[in-house]
T-cell receptor
Framework: DTGVSQNPRHKITKRGQNVTFRCDPI?????LYWYRQTLGQGPEFLTYFQNEAQLEKSRLLSDRFSAERPKGSFSTLEIQRTEQGDSAMYLC?????????????????FGEGSWLTVV | AQSVTQPDIHITVSEGASLELRCNYSYGATPYLFWYVQSPGQGLQLLLK??????LVQGIKGFEAEFKRSQSSFNLRKPSVHWSDAAEYFCAVGQPSGGSNYKLTFGKGTLLTVNP
């Protein structure tokens, strides 16, 4: 049973460089989420996809951030012209989104995160 | 907009002692509520969730939580803490986004230290 996989796990980059993170969700999960977590804080929502469609973006997702999910499988999160304030852990999560409301709901599973340090 | 407050930033307990982590939420409708645990440098693992029905929810690793609508609370409890429970604990509220789907809003977390 493979969970949510994220690569790379750690990335150190110089300010101004571009970085890209990849997320492979659990097989057949049609919903995919990106969160950002800084030290001492809880995860903050960035964006989510239903299949290949990006349905919502947070105000935290500035113009330098772009997320894609081609073909509704894996997803990438790219940060352009990185700034020191972008240093954080970027968490990906997935779930089996269901149209009908159910008693138990569906669980959101998180990956182990990708740490970004901008120097 | 929904929000979650975890009043305790850091809690220290002795191994074998009981534990209660507090969580208060703000949400206009019936909430979906969750507790996740995070070990250092790792992702989040779901401990338990509440969608509806019985307000006392059992989770993994011997944890339970009770939803109290009148107090807008969803406190996490464990009768006897083990050293391996040392981690950071996050309470979250889920905002419905169609069907059984939702978007999570997290509290800032409570760091649990367990003394031998």
């Amino acid at each position: 049973d493979t969970g949510v996989s994220q690569n790379p796990r750690h990335k150190i980059t110089k300010r101004g460089q571009n970085v890209t993170f990849r997320c492979d969700p659990i097989s057949e999960h049609n919903r995919l989420y990106w969160y950002r977590q800084t030290l001492g804080q809880g995860p903050e929502f960035l964006t989510y996809f239903q299949n290949e469609a990006q349905l919502e973006k947070s105000r935290l997702l500035s113009d330098r951030f772009s997320a894609e999910r081609p073909k509704g499988s894996f997803s990438t999160l790219e940060i352009q012209r990185t700034e020191q304030g972008d240093s954080a852990m970027y968490l990906c999560a997935s779930s089996l989104g269901q149209r009908r409301r159910q008693y138990s709901g569906n669980t959101i599973y998180f990956g182990e995160g990708s740490w970004l340090t901008v120097v | 907009a929904q929000s979650v407050t975890q009043p305790d930033i850091h809690i220290t307990v002795s191994e074998g002692a009981s534990l209660e982590l507090r969580c208060n939420y703000s949400y206009g409708a019936t909430p979906y509520l969750f507790w996740y645990v995070q070990s250092p440098g790792q992702g989040l693992q779901l401990l338990l969730k509440y969608f509806s029905g019985d307000t006392l929810v059992q989770g993994i690793k011997g944890f339970e939580a009770e939803f109290k609508r009148s107090q807008s609370s969803f406190n996490l409890r464990k009768p006897s803490v083990h050293w391996s429970d040392a981690a950071e604990y996050f309470c979250a509220v889920g905002q419905p986004s169609g069907g059984s789907n939702y978007k999570l809003t997290f509290g800032k977390g409570t760091l649990l230290t367990v003394n031998p």
